[in-house]
């Protein structure tokens, strides 16, 4: 169990470690390719099919490479999102608007676990 339960862990910290290690990646190809709507679409994709390859492929893919898409299409989710918000926004409310981003971040960052919490608790014996 202990080493299930340090595999489990291990595999969990992928996604921190990976996403920072794409994340200037990312933010070149962004820099470089400049379509962050189109970057964003694809990033979405990417993400929505690695959440599907959790549910429906964990025999087939390892969930290390698993791990490894959603950090990478997490890090492109990033850097085009964020790096869109001059465009979209008055110059004398980006503050304002990256303020706001990171205050809905931070909500869900800690309103999730607990809802994840909740329906544990409801449906675990």
């Given at each position: ?20 290690a ?10 470089k ?19 599907i ?73």
């Amino acid at each position: 169990a202990k080493d299930a339960n340090q595999k489990a862990g291990t595999t969990l910290a992928l996604f921190q470690a990976l996403s920072s290690a794409f994340l200037p990646l990312t933010g070149l190809l962004v820099d470089k390719i400049g379509r962050r709507s189109p970057l964003l679409i694809v990033s979405i994709a990417l993400m929505t099919a690695t959440i599907i390859g959790f549910n429906f492929l964990p025999v087939a893919l390892p969930p290390q490479v698993l791990m490894t898409l959603m950090s990478l299409s997490y890090a492109l989710m990033v850097a085009a999102m964020w790096t869109t918000v001059p465009y979209i926004v008055d110059k004398d409310q980006i503050g304002f608007a990256y303020g706001l981003m990171t205050a809905i971040q931070n909500f869900g960052l800690a309103l999730f676990p607990m809802i994840n919490g909740f329906i544990l608790d409801a449906h675990t014996p």
